[in-house]
Structure formats: C-alpha cells, structure tokens
C-alpha cells in the first residue's frame, strides 16, 4: 500500500519510549501490526525485502524497518517505523553525536584521558578490555565504539557527556521516541532499565541521512561523526551485500558512498546506516526482535537484512 511516512509527534506528548516499546510488542503480537508498505511505484522493486519481512513478522518477530531517498526525504519502503523497539548498540550514535558537538563547542577536550574502570567492566565483547593500555583519550574512545561497538568505551562517553544531555541532543535532534536508557552490561538485574537503548526506525534512518547532508548540529559535527561511523566493522547484516571491506571501506574504489551502525543483543538486531551509488541514495533502518532459540532463528533474522541489502544495492545502482 502506497503511503506517505506520518510527521513526527511532538517531544511533549511523546510516550515513554521503553514503555512504548513494550506495548508495541503486545499489539504486535495480538496481530495489529500494520502492514509493511512499498512507496516507490515505478522504480526498483523491494518485493524480496517485503516477503522476506512479512514471513519473519508472520513467525513472531517484531520488525520495523524504513528506507528513504536522500535527495526527496521520500519513504520508499516502510512498516511499523514509528514503533520504539531495542536497538542495543546502535544507540551509540546519539552518544557519538553529543560528544563530537561538545568537542566542537569547546567544553570537552578530545585528548581528556579517561581510565577503564575496573568496577562495572563490560566483559562480554569489545576490544579495549584486551588492550594493554589502561587509559585513552576521548577520541580513541570514540574510534572504539564506533569501529568496534566497544561496549566499555560507550560506557565512558556516555558518562563523560552525561545522559541527560544525550536525552537532550535526541530531542533536539528529532528523535522524541528513541531513547538511550542506560549504560552498557554484562546482565541487567531487575533495578536496570530493560535495554541500553530503544529507536524506531524512521528516526534513526533521518538521523543518518541529516549526518550525511550536515544537518546533525552543524556539518562539523556531522562530518566527525560520518568519519568515526566510516571506520564501522561490522558489515555482515545489511551491509553484506555491499562486498565491502570491513577493514578498509571509507574510500571504495567504486565511488559508493556507505556508513553504518548496527546494534546486536540477545533476541535483537538492529542496523541503520546511508547507501549512496549511481542511481541513488538511500537512508536506512532496519530492527528485527526474535526469539533467538537456535541458531537457525538467528541465521533466519540475519538473512532479512541480507535481503535487504541485496535490494537497497539494486535500488542504488
């Protein structure tokens, strides 16, 4: 069904996300989830996005995903994009985006030293818990949660900015419904927020595109983050189909213009980045939430965002 994306609600009004979070799934679940919707008549089709979707939506999955032109703002391919689901560590990006502006306005030093704790490590993933070094500076911080979705080095920007900032900056940013709710953890106890971090996907897809066109507080701040978000590593989900370089991707000799960020947790998997090649360019977020039982329920989330990718390349090119 061929439809225009809704405007965003205003901050004021806007629900608690992590309690909008969770009655969006019940209603899920009930079988009120609205059907995903292809905008984009005429041009390249995202038929094998929309069956791949509705048969994982259809076996329990929550999915939000939204993809949009960069140069219209037009939503070619949209469902349930205003719901707040967990997005885990892609809610790093509101915190990439309040420390680039703090360093921009002078009020954080990017060479400020900060040492790793040693209560509250995050001993799960991440690079910096292996690193010899006991301290680094806020950039090299930076660089670590952005490349390498270092857990403990979004833990340290994140209180080195201060959440209600972060809160702030989202906010301000246009993203009333997405939150970041807490820091990162090995386990949550029943006193921790639910999640680290909830986003729907329209808001995360219109963050993207806004670093990309220098509107995320201003082109220097939009330029620094795209540059951290460049150094990304992780391309197994959407940006599979690219064929890029996880090491080595921010100057493709075949001129495609690709940044990212993707969130992963038990049960979630979340990714939302910008695709630019010939034909096109595209803002994109995609948010899958399953029962991750097996490996085969896991593999089966993953191969959505494959298929999308394959599509978002045809679209492009």
């Given at each position: 069904?061929?439809?225009?994306?809704?405007?965003?609600?205003?901050?004021?009004?806007?629900?608690?996300?992590?309690?909008?979070?969770?009655?969006?799934?019940?209603?899920?679940?009930?079988?009120?989830?609205?059907?995903?919707?292809?905008?984009?008549a005429g041009r390249r089709s995202f038929t094998s996005s929309l069956r791949a979707l509705d048969e994982l939506a259809q076996a329990g999955a929550l999915v939000s995903v939204h993809v949009a032109e960069l140069d219209t703002g037009r939503a070619v391919l949209a469902g349930d994009?205003?719901?707040?689901?967990?997005?885990?560590?892609?809610?790093?990006?509101?915190?990439?985006?309040?420390?680039?502006?703090?360093?921009?306005?002078?009020?954080?030093?990017?060479?400020?030293?900060?040492?790793?704790?040693?209560?509250?490590?995050?001993?799960?993933?991440?690079?910096?818990?292996?690193?010899?070094?006991?301290?680094?500076?806020?950039?090299?911080?930076?660089?670590?949660?952005?490349?390498?979705?270092?857990?403990?080095?979004?833990?340290?920007?994140?209180?080195?900015?201060?959440?209600?900032?972060?809160?702030?900056?989202?906010?301000?940013?246009?993203?009333?419904?997405?939150?970041?709710?807490?820091?990162?953890?090995?386990?949550?106890?029943?006193?921790?927020?639910?999640?680290?971090?909830?986003?729907?996907?329209?808001?995360?897809?219109?963050?993207?595109?806004?670093?990309?066109?220098?509107?995320?507080?201003?082109?220097?701040?939009?330029?620094?983050?795209?540059?951290?978000?460049?150094?990304?590593?992780?391309?197994?989900?959407?940006?599979?189909?690219?064929?890029?370089?996880?090491?080595?991707?921010?100057?493709?000799?075949?001129?495609?213009?690709?940044?990212?960020?993707?969130?992963?947790?038990?049960?979630?998997?979340?990714?939302?980045?910008?695709?630019?090649?010939?034909?096109?360019?595209?803002?994109?977020?995609?948010?899958?939430?399953?029962?991750?039982?097996?490996?085969?329920?896991?593999?089966?989330?993953?191969?959505?965002?494959?298929?999308?990718?394959?599509?978002?390349?045809?679209?492009?090119?």
């Amino acid at each position: 069904m061929v439809s225009s994306p809704a405007s965003a609600p205003d901050p004021a009004s806007a629900p608690d996300p992590a309690s909008a979070a969770r009655a969006e799934a019940r209603r899920a679940h009930r079988g009120g989830r609205r059907p995903l919707r292809r905008a984009a008549a005429g041009r390249r089709s995202f038929t094998s996005s929309l069956r791949a979707l509705d048969e994982l939506a259809q076996a329990g999955a929550l999915v939000s995903v939204h993809v949009a032109e960069l140069d219209t703002g037009r939503a070619v391919l949209a469902g349930d994009d205003h719901v707040p689901l967990p997005i885990a560590g892609l809610g790093v990006v509101p915190v990439l985006v309040e420390t680039a502006a703090r360093i921009e306005a002078g009020v954080l030093d990017p060479l400020r030293i900060v040492d790793r704790p040693d209560a509250g490590l995050v001993a799960g993933s991440g690079l910096w818990r292996h690193l010899r070094a006991p301290a680094l500076p806020i950039v090299d911080l930076a660089v670590l949660a952005a490349g390498a979705g270092d857990p403990n080095a979004a833990n340290a920007l994140l209180e080195a900015v201060g959440h209600d900032r972060v809160r702030a900056r989202m906010v301000e940013l246009g993203m009333p419904r997405s939150a970041v709710l807490d820091r990162f953890r090995d386990r949550r106890g029943p006193d921790d927020a639910p999640h680290v971090a909830v986003g729907t996907t329209r808001e995360f897809a219109q963050l993207f595109a806004a670093l990309v066109d220098s509107r995320a507080v201003d082109a220097a701040v939009s330029a620094q983050v795209a540059e951290w978000l460049s150094l990304n590593q992780d391309l197994s989900l959407v940006a599979s189909a690219t064929g890029l370089d996880p090491f080595a991707h921010d100057h493709d000799a075949h001129g495609l213009l690709f940044i990212n960020k993707t969130g992963r947790d038990r049960g979630v998997r979340a990714e939302a980045g910008v695709l630019g090649g010939p034909r096109a360019g595209v803002a994109y977020a995609l948010t899958v939430c399953f029962d991750d039982l097996s490996i085969s329920h896991r593999l089966r989330a993953h191969d959505v965002f494959r298929v999308l990718g394959t599509d978002l390349m045809e679209f492009t090119h």
